[in-house]
C-alpha cells in the first residue's frame, strides 16, 4: 500500500542561490519509492521548497532511511534522516497476467475480505475471487482491480490476455516483431518501478536461437501451462513454466547420447562464430495446429558429422512423425567442394544460423558456414511438416562458392503470397531473394 507523499523540506539559509544537481533516496528496494522534486534545480537565497517522496514497499520491513540532495552548499551533499516504521500491507502477488484458463491465489496478512473491481467476490465480467482468495478469470481480455480489505486495505493489479503465443522468430512469417493485439503492456506499466526481471532459469550451454513461447498447453501429469522454449548449443531443448511456477522444466530433450557429442567448434576451423560447441543455433519453429515444434540439431558421431531435423510434440519432447530425419542434399554443379559435377551438402561446414520458417505445410531451413572455412555454400532445403520428407533442395552458388544466409539469426520471411524473402552474404552470388523459390522439387 503506498504511503501518503513524505515532504523533506529543503531550506537555503545562504546568501545566493542553491543548484540542485541530483536527489538520493537511501535503502527501500528498487521500485518502492517514487519522487516529486518541487524545488526544480534553483532555490533562491532564504527560500524553502520540498521533495515529495512516495513509499510504496514491496518487502515487509522495507523504509527509506535518508533523503540526500547534492548541491553547490558548504558541505553538500545535504542529508535529511526519515524514521518511522509502516505496517508492509499489501496483496502479494502486485501485479499479474493470466490467460482465461488460468487461475491466481492472492494472498494478504490477516483477515481479509476479497473484491474485484470494487463488488465483493467479483462478478462475472470482472472475474470472480473465494473469501481464500482464488480469483478466477473471466473469458475477455482487459484490466481488473482485486482488494483485500481487512484493518487496511491494499490492491494488485490481474491483466487478462489472449495472446496464444509466440510461435516463430520475431512473432509472424513477416518478421515484424508485431504483436498488433497486445491487452497487458503498455508504455505507463512498462517502466524502471513495474517491469524486470521476475525469474530466472538455468540452462546448459549458449543459447543463440530466440525462445518461443505457448499459452495453456495441457503438459501431462503436470496440468495446463504457459510454456517458454529454448534450445541450446549443447543440443537441448527446455520447456519451462513461462510464469515462474516451478523451479525445474517441464520437460527437457537432449539430441545427445552415447557416441554423440556437439560439435567441437575447432572441428569447423572457427571458434569466432559459435564458442566451445555446436547443437542447436538457428531458432525452431511451431506448428499451432498440430502442436509440433520443428529444430535441426547438430551433433558429432564418431568421425562423422550430422545434422537432423525434429519434430517434436510441444507437450512432450517426443518424437513425431516418424522423425528425427537426417538432413542431406546434392545438386549439380561444379563449385567448391563439387565430386563429378554433383555438389553434395556439407553436414559440418554449413552453419544452420537462421531461424526456421513453416510455410504452406513446408518447413525451411536455411544455412551459413562457420567463418567461411571452405567448402561451404549457402543452401535452402525444404521438408514437408508432416511426412518429413524433403521437398525441395536449392544452393546459392552450384557453381562458385559461399552466398551464405546468416542474417544475424533471422528467419527467412514470408509475404502474403507466399514469396519467400532472405539475404545472402559474401561468394560468388550476393542476391537478396524475394520470389518463391525456384530449386529442384522433389
Known sequence: MASAPIPVTLTNTGGAPLSITSITISSGNPGDFAQTNNCGTTVAAGASCT????????TTGSRISSVSVADNAVASPQTVSLSGTGSGFQVTPRVVALTFQQTQLFTASGS???????????????????????YTPPAAVGSHTVTATGTQ??????????????????NDNLRSGLNANETVLTPSNVNQAQFGKLFAYNIDGLAYASPLYVA?????????????????????????????????????????????????????????????EIGITGTPTIDQSTNTMYVVAKTKEGTNYVQRLHALDIATGAEKFGGPVVISASVPGNGNGSVGGSLPFDSLRQNQRPGLLLNNGVVYIGYSSHGDQQPWHGWVLGYNATTLVQVMKWSVSPNGYGGGIWQSGESLATDASGNIFFATGNGTSLLILAAPIMGILL
Do not use: R
Open 51 to 58: 521533495i515529495n517522496v512516495t513509499f510504496t514497499p514491496t
Open 112 to 134: 481479509v475480505n476479497w473484491s474485484v473491481d470494487g463488488v465483493t467476490g467479483g462478478t462475472a465480467a470482472s472475474g470472480t475471487i473465494t473469501a481464500g482468495g482464488l
Open 153 to 170: 486495505t491494499a490492491s494488485a493489479t490481474v491483466f487478462i490476455t489472449n495472446m496464444a503465443g509466440t510461435f516463430t522468430y520475431h
Open 216 to 276: 495453456n498447453v495441457n503438459i501431462p501429469s503436470q496440468g495446463v501451462h504457459n510454456v517458454v522454449y529454448l534450445a541450446t548449443e549443447h543440443d537441448t531443448i527446455y520447456a519451462f513454466d513461462a510464469d515462474g511456477t516451478s523451479t525445474i522444466p517441464l520437460w527437457q530433450v537432449t539430441f545427445l547420447k552415447t557416441g554423440v557429442t556437439t560439435v567441437p567448434c575447432a572441428d569447423t576451423g572457427e571458434c569466432g562464430d559459435i564458442v566451445t
